[in-house]
């Protein structure tokens, strides 16, 4: 069964850049679909974008598009969540995923999280 582990999160002041990372074990990556979800302090866990098993196919959901990019090493077993233009919006506890299926920037068909990292942007 994969083990996920979520590394990068910090305190960065708004307009920063953060990058996020994945690393997978015990099962090979690329036989998921892998996503990136959020919780913000108070409110649901909302998706953030997802990544084909290949990598060929990324989504993003509306408000982070043009700022983050998802992409994958399968050689390394790692996926990556790059975090520019940062907002105090962006606030929240980031988790990754693995799955079978995106639908859109949606991961579908959870199979495991991770136990989530802290990106804190003030305000």
């Known amino acids: 069964q994969v083990q996920l582990v979520e590394s990068g999160g910090g305190l960065v002041q708004a307009g920063d850049s953060l990058s996020l990372s994945c690393a997978a074990s015990?099962?090979?990556?690329?036989?998921?679909?892998m996503g990136w979800f959020r919780q913000a302090p108070g409110k649901e866990r909302e998706g953030v974008s997802c990544i084909s098993s290949t990598g060929g196919n990324t989504y993003y959901r509306d408000s982070v598009k043009g700022r983050f990019t998802i992409s994958s090493d399968n050689a390394k077993n790692t996926m990556y969540l790059q975090m520019n233009t940062l907002k105090p919006e962006d606030t929240a506890v980031y988790y990754c995923?693995?799955?079978?299926?995106?639908?859109?920037?949606?991961?579908?068909?959870?199979?495991?999280w991770g136990q989530g990292t802290l990106v804190t942007v003030p305000s």
């Open positions: 015990g099962r090979r990556f690329d036989s998921y679909h």
């Open positions: 995923a693995v799955g079978r299926s995106c639908s859109g920037f949606i991961l579908q068909h959870l199979e495991r």
